[in-house]
């Protein structure tokens, strides 16, 4: 992509270019983490009224780390200028980050229940887990931990 071309381009459009696995959800889309990989789409992104670009990895991997691995720095989210934004234009931002999370948390708390359901019934047949098992439980229970924390809105 030629400079000029970049400038005319949206931070979403740049974004979501270079991302794989990317799919519609809600307000916004969901991609693969590019960061630490995997199959599943862990990474929440949405578009403000701005155009800002709101983006969050739900495996723990920080905004910065996600985007230097597709070569792209932090300021690739925002807009080349920011024209004042009034408070409303700020409220609705914040409103639309938060909804943009919902999908990938509801997700995450439907994939790690399943996880929660699976040791339950080992638990039941065999006594114990393993110690794999075990720590995949841990992860699961943070993971849901993490997700009604978006749901909450903290």
Excluded: N, Y
Excluded at 63 to 68: G, I, M, R, Y
Excluded at 104 to 114: G, I, K, P, Q
Aim: hydrophobic share 45%; proline share 3%.
């Amino acid at each position: 992509m030629s400079t000029a071309q970049s400038v005319r381009a949206r931070p979403l459009d740049i974004l979501l270019a270079r991302l794989d696995g990317v799919r519609r959800s809600g307000r916004g889309w969901r991609a693969r983490c590019p960061s630490c990989g995997g199959r599943s789409t862990k990474v929440s992104i949405a578009e403000t009224e701005s155009g800002s670009v709101l983006l969050h990895a739900f495996c723990g991997c920080s905004p910065a780390s996600v985007l230097a691995a597709i070569d792209l720095p932090l300021s690739a989210l925002f807009p080349a200028r920011l024209h004042g934004i009034t408070a409303e234009q700020s409220r609705a931002a914040r409103r639309a980050w938060r909804e943009s999370q919902w999908g990938a948390a509801l997700d995450v708390l439907t994939f790690e229940a399943t996880i929660v359901v699976i040791a339950a019934r080992q638990l039941g047949v065999v006594k114990h887990l393993s110690d794999v098992d075990a720590q995949r439980l841990a992860q699961a229970i943070d993971r849901i931990t993490d997700a009604r924390e978006v749901l909450r809105g903290h």
